[in-house]
């Protein structure tokens, strides 16, 4: 059975850091993408930044320059450095086997909550 599994939120001032974790079982991440995504209180998911099986990076633009997103295949984990955080970054950080967050056939965790206080 696969499971993906975030850890590393927590409440952080602004202008801090936290990084975050999503550690993979049952699974090989050799072959998949892995994305981050984010549901801000009262929003939709929304992407955050994705790491393509060759290490290519994307950010969405609200994050760039502050978020750094990598990954460990030999410990089944992708991380989400995130830096100079802002109160709009609170939300529920998801980590995906996949970047668009619309396909089903994608693996999913059940999140992490962020909370940056101003």
């Known amino acids: 059975q696969v499971h993906l599994v975030e850890s590393g939120g927590g409440l952080v001032q602004a202008g801090g850091s936290l990084r975050l974790s999503c550690t993979a079982s049952g699974i090989s991440l050799d072959f998949y993408q892995m994305g981050w995504f984010r549901r801000a209180p009262g929003k939709e998911r929304e992407k955050v930044s994705c790491?393509?099986?060759?290490?290519?990076?994307r950010y969405e633009d609200s994050v760039k320059g502050r978020f750094t997103i990598s990954r460990d295949n030999a410990k089944r984990t992708a991380y989400l450095q995130m830096s100079g955080l802002k109160p709009e970054d609170t939300g529920v950080y998801y980590c995906?086997?996949?970047?668009?967050?619309?396909?089903?056939?994608?693996?999913w965790g059940k999140g992490t909550l962020v909370t940056v206080s101003s």
């Open positions: 995906a086997t996949g970047c668009t967050g619309r396909n089903p056939m994608d693996y």
């Open positions: 790491i393509g099986t060759d290490g290519t990076t």
